[in-house]
């Protein structure tokens, strides 16, 4: 098997305190995919980033990045990543340039054309103290010193926040690019709109706790759809609430209104089958809306 | 790598590093002014004497300092008091600022996150402080013997190195152990008061150790008890210069070995 870009196993952190921050992560990414992590804020997100990057300690588990684990060769696999940190802070006093300068001193390699040519892209302001730069343009720094070394593996934190959609769809341009090369991309982000369209698999973390892993195609299939039915007579919603994976949103005399997967339709049209339909209206599917359903479940369930 | 933790560190506090030594070189030039009022000022002297055993103890104005001279002047007038203040507080705001206060602000978080070895991140930044702490000797050197020549002080230069030697390993010592406080908690507020409340311990112990019995047995903990008083009257205790100097680097190990063991602040 090969060795995965990034590997979890079992991997927890719990603050002072007793707050499980992260709890039994078992993750792995692939070489040359892009990996979405998704969860709202506060869910273990950056919790994670950091156990990999080894600025905190895990209480259990390890990690690996690169096959390099995050513990005991930490040096070496930090070299070979690029990252974003999910609060980046700078030195206000440096000019953008010296800035970087700076940064390719402390990894001890600079490329300059190849930090010429994503500071043009992404037209960076190179002159003016960090400062006076608005929160986008630093960002545009954090994601020049991110890539410019060209590394294998970028561990990115919230990479667009502070972009204007137009820089925006020039990183997602940026990240397929990347990808096409044979890097590969750990995207965490709190939407799923952000990611859905770069991102080959999503990983669904709340409370600490990883809740899903799939393909944005196969989450897409498992979105709801909302289906309004309106039949002759009254209804009765149990005979469609009994269904799995059906949840009955609303009753109104003869009109009923649900959401269920797709796997579910074959169910909902048999149970609407023995009552007289007056009409029938199916919604496409919304896959922020199994999103949000994901981190509700998980909440139900912790509750 | 690690010389780019070492510049920046320096950098970072270049304007304020040229305040001191401004401020040093303006202080001891203003007082050189004054000695040729009081040379040999038998009232002067007498005032002196006067002070409470206490005070003069503190001040290591002891039989073998003549205020009235120039090298009995500036030991009394200096190297008591402001110089080592001066110094160790030029040592501790530096080595505060460049591990505790750079975690405070969120910026460790991305260096850290580079091929960077944590302890070897310490020893690049406890060696700014190094220098930082040596150019303001040397700044202080060149004040005084400035001043030596212009208002015939007459201070002697092989005593006048070793005194700002011993008063530059005593801010070594507090400037790295404000690196280790840094290194243990991510507190810049600690990483100034424990080193402040060291210094002004041990002072005390230094100073007044001859007075008071049952501090006497505490006066090897104390930095300026080693590096003995009034350098210029009574030449500098070189003996107790590497013993400072050991601490000191006893306090940037601790520094460097601390910094892995923790994890690193959320910014």
Redesign the interface.
Known sequence: MPVPAIEAVGLSKTYRGGVEALVGLDLRVEHGEVFGFLGPNGAGK?TTI?LL?D???PTAGTATLLGLDSRTAG??A??RIG?V?G?????D?LTGRRQLD??A????FADDARRDALVARFDVPLDRPIRELSKGNRQKLGIV?AFMHDPELLVLDEPTGGLDPLLQEEFRALVRETIARGRTIFLSSHSLDEVQHIADRVGIIRAGRLIDVDSVDALRERALRHVEITFAGSVEPGRFAALDGVRVRHVDDGTLRLSAPATAMDGVVKAAAGLEVVDLVAAPADLEEIFLELYREADDGGA | ?V???F??GLD?HRRALASWCAGIGAYALMLAAIFPSVEGSADFSKLVQSYPEALKSLFGLTGSVNIGTGRGFVDTELFSFMLPLFAIVLAIGSGARTLAGEED???L?????????RGAAVLGKGAAVAVEVAVFCAASYAALALSSVAFGLDLPPGRLAGGLLGVGLLALFHGWLALAVGAAWPSRALAIGVPAAVAAGTYLVGGLHDLASWLDPLRFVSGFWWVGQAPLSNDPRWSGLPVVALAAVAALGAAAYLIER???E??
């Not at chain 1, 609060?87 to 030195?91: A, G, H, N, P, Q």
């Not at chain 2, 978080?109 to 070895?117: I, Q, W």
């Open positions: 950056s950091r990057l600025l905190i300690r040096i070496e930090r070299r990252y940190p609060d980046l802070r700078l030195y006093r700076s940064l001193r402390l990894r001890g010193q | 790598m010389r780019e933790l510049r920046r970072d602000a969120g910026r978080e991305l260096v850290l996150a580079y091929p960077v070895r923790r994890d690193l959320t910014p």
